[in-house]
């Protein structure tokens, strides 16, 4: 597993309920909000286990919808417990992001 991918591992359950947080969204289309952001190499395959356990934790609810273009999509949308989970993983996130990024700035 490469370097990246080992990082992106441990904040992707974070950047999946951020996205969530802004408007209900379903699976594909998370894929691809994440790529837009620039986070291409990310799967659905690694996606849809993090979603079934967001689901199964009750941080997120999925509601079948009609879709114009095809079949029914899933739709998933942050529970309470859900933001807070978010808003610890901000914190959390704050808390590593500005030491390191101290430590990276002062290779020098």
Known sequence: MS???QLLK???EGCILSIISQEPTYGYELSIKLQNFGLD???????????LRLQREEQIIGEMRKSDTGPKRKYYQLTD?????LNEFMKQWELLKIP???ILDNRG
Not at 81 to 85: A, D, R
Request: glycine letters at 12%; aromatic letters at 4%.
């Open 41 to 51: 190499d990310v799967s659905e395959g690694s996606i849809y286990p993090i979603l």
């Open 10 to 12: 441990g904040i992707l």
């Open 81 to 85: 417990l859900g933001k807070e989970s």
């Open 3 to 5: 370097q990246r991918s």
């Open 100 to 102: 390191v990024d101290k």
